[in-house]
């Protein structure tokens, strides 16, 4: 308390000192504007004898021209002749010589007045300090001389010196203790503050008004204060209190500690309030965290699964956390209380013992005992035992003095379990071993000083590796492949050495001729720096193996037979059928009587139907080899009922049977999907009901089945005759092949036994499903679904149906067909329908053809002598000197109409396809497809 007295004292000297010197600066400035008033030839136009402040002149070459005796005051001389025309610099400390100098000569330029406080020596060579002030005297603008006039600051440079050699102290001691002190003015309103409140708070002055107080108290802790304040004016001089303040701009909190004491005036009334704070912040953050580790800690020990202890140096419980109830079951104050010895059977207490007695002769060795481990069994409340894991660690007080012990017990009877059942696993795989049919071998990679793997050593093998090899665990164990098959080849080596580097498993099959004999082996590595292996005799596998591809062999080679083999009777079998329904084509439309009508109508039909049944075993043959593919297009399911229906009408009305349809208003009126294949599927149900249905009703029936936000929908068609029906025990038969009801001589109904079959393979490529309800003399209902695609195709411009609107006429045509026949119905069908035909019989004579004359469209046979319609095609479509021909319409007309044979021609360069036979109409409508009409 003494020290801030005097600190007080010492302020207020430093401000009365202040106060002078500001007095006198404020003269020397009032003399200063009044000489300004002047002219400065004339140099000072005041009394310099009458002033308190020393008045002295100088010439320019620095010698003293007059002094007053202010001036020999404060310098301690006594007369002016003691220093009238000696040097300034008998002023001037010797260290500040040469800077007196500088400024001299500046003022001699003219280019500065200087001021300010500066330290002079005096007459007896001790230091004094004043404050200083000086100008030029000009006359004839010319600077001729120097005047100054100075005051006496000594008593105030003191007061300065020592207040800043207590601040340097007190603030050394501030930073040290992390504390400040303040004075509390209680008459000013100001509270005063050391430079620690001026780092913490960011202070440019030293003292505080209360409202700045107020501002930086902690809004929580305002009250708190606040109350503590009002205490002033009572008997409480001491006081100590922990609050918050808040640090602008951050806004950062920080907890002070502030101890002070009230100042009383005589007649005890308090004027002053003294004090100092210490900033608490980390300690407070400190204690904060350790209550939440504490609260942490006990969380855990009072959650964890684990049993948590803690034991005095007598043995004696001091905690046991929550979880000894479902350890033990028993509660923790029942747990406390125990005896050690009484908690665990006596094998497990004579472990315990053991390993304290090893833990004490650690100690008296000078040694730290580790953290002991062990496992015990110990009593559960009903009398059953528990394995538990015991982990234990003295605890130590600062001094390092032992106080106890910390422990933590877990349940491990499972494991103790696992252990066992993994003992038990490890004899039956040991047994597994011992009696396994496939040999198996450790071994141990040896390398050589550069890294690369040079041998291995057989650490282990089973009886059948000795069965399988013929060498004894004796003769190998222990020793390396070199030392018992030098001829080892290093490329195995290798192998089993990238095994162990890499870690990536091996499998491979070798023949070993010395035993005539195929192994399948494995190696692996099961360790760093081993591998194992393991391999199998599988000789007999491969004999299998062997037959069996021998066998697919035969089987690929019998199956492409009968492709090429159908390939080639579908050709022959199509191109003669072309000329027979050609020519019949012709015949009916060249002017017979109704009679030859007749007959040539019954022949069509007739021909037609056998290729009706040429294309159903071509379509089942595609079904069963997987190669038929559909194709997603969009179309409308109305149209493909209407051309259903309307192909059925005319036999319908003949037979006096009603064929209707609906279509259910949930079906979107455009889908996605193959239309012909769908059209395909409902003539031959549709037939079918036809074939089987003297007079009643067909009904074809299609609703949906929709799901939001799915890009398929499911569609469910049924077809509904009042037929003569199917009897029950011919329902499973019914979509097998070449299978009909009635297969006896004198059945009524005839087919090839192909439709149904054919129906169900292509519901089921469209992700669908079949079924048929039928009794005989009630008639038959088949339904079947099919899942299609959605689109935003616009429905307007989608079609089913092929437009036959008109007929192309005036075509250029040019024909390549070998066979006469043939050559000559295309031909006529082409003259019939209003086109000028040209004709060749090679693939030869195509170009040359070609290059007399422009065509509008090349009609291609596919298998010609000489070059063949594709060869043809490559070679106009490379003929680049013809031009725009070169690129002219090619459509393939070929008996080629197995799966892939369109696309094998369009990719070779052809436009268009029609497979033989063909009508007149097809060939108008692939013209009008190929020539864009």
Known sequence: MHDKDSEARLRDQLLDASREIARLEAEIERIKRDQRAHSPAKGFRGHPEAMEAGFFRIDRQGRFEE????????????????????????????RDAKAAETVVDDILAGSTMPSGLFARRLKDGSEGWHFFSAWPVIENNVVVAIEGLLIDATAHHLAQEEAERRRAILSAAERFGNMGSWDWDLAMGMVFVSPFWMRLLGLSKAFLRIQDVKDILHPDDLAKITDLVR???????????????????????????????????????????????QDVTERRRAEEKLRQSEAMYRLIAENSDDV??????????????????????????????????????????????????ARQETSERGGTPEVSRLEIEQYRADGSTVWVECVVRPMHDPGGEMVGFVGVSRDISERRRAEAALRASEERYRALFENMDSGFALHEMIFDDAGRPCDYRFIEINPAFER???????????????????????????????????????????FNRTLDRHFEVTAYRPESGKFAVIFSDVSERKRHEADLKSAKAAAEAANKAKSEFLANMSHEIRTPLHGVLGMLQL???????DEQSGYASV????????????????????????????????????????????????????????LTWSLSQDIPPVLLGDSARLRQVLFNLVGNAFKFTERGTIRIEVDCLDAPGRNDIRVFVSVSDSGIGIPEDKLDEIFEAFTQVDGSLTRKHHGSGLGLPIVKRLVELMDGAISIE??????????FSVLLGRTQADSKQVST??????????????????????????RRLLEKLGHSVVCVDTGAHVLPALEREPFDAILMDIQMPEVNGIEATRLVRGATHLGARASVPVIALTAHALHGDKERFIEAGMTGYLAKPFEAEDLDSVLRDVLGE
């Not at 004894?472 to 195995?492: D, K, Q």
């Not at 149906?801 to 295309?826: C, F, H, M, T």
Request: charged letters at 25%.
């Open 603 to 658: 022949a069509l039909q007739s021909g037609r139907h056998l290729l009706s049944v040429l294309n159903d075993i071509l379509d089942l043959t595609r079904l069963h080899a997987d190669k038929l593919r559909l194709r997603q297009e969009p179309f409308r399911f109305s149209e493909i009922l209407d051309v259903v229906t309307s192909s059925f009408m005319v036999a319908a009305q003949e037979r006096g049977v009603g």
């Open 308 to 357: 948590i202890w803690t034991l005095d140096p007598d043995w004696c419980f001091t905690y046991v956390s929550p979880s000894i109830v479902k350890l033990r079951g028993i509660p923790p104050e029942q747990a406390v209380r125990e005896h050690i010895p009484d908690t665990m059977t006596l094998e497990s207490w004579r472990r315990v013992l053991s390993i304290s007695a």
């Open 468 to 510: 399988l090899t013929g060498l004894s665990r004796e003769t190998l164990l222990g020793r390396t492949v070199l030392e018992i098959m030098p001829a080892t080849e290093p490329e195995w080596i290798q192998t089993y050495g990238r095994v162990v580097t890499t870690g990536e498993p091996v499998v491979y099959e070798s």
């Open 774 to 783: 039928s009794a005989a003399g009630h008639g038959t209902t088949v339904t």
């Open 801 to 826: 149906v092929p437009s036959r609107a008109g007929k192309l006429r005036g075509l250029r045509l040019l024909v390549a067909e070998d066979e006469r026949i043939n050559q000559a119905v295309i």
């Open 587 to 593: 015949l009916a439309d060249s002017g017979l009587d």
């Open 67 to 94: 002094v007053n005796r202010a001036w020999l005051r404060l310098h301690g001389y006594d007369s002016p002749e003691e220093v009238i025309g000696r040097h300034f610099s008998i002023t001037q400390r010797e």
């Open 231 to 277: 205490t002033r004016n009572g008997n409480t001089d001491n006081f100590d209190v922990e609050h918050r303040i808040l640090i602008a701009p951050s806004g950062e909190t920080r907890w002070l500690l502030a101890r002070g004491k009230v100042i009383r005036d005589a007649d005890g009334a308090p004027i002053r309030v003294i004090g100092v704070s």
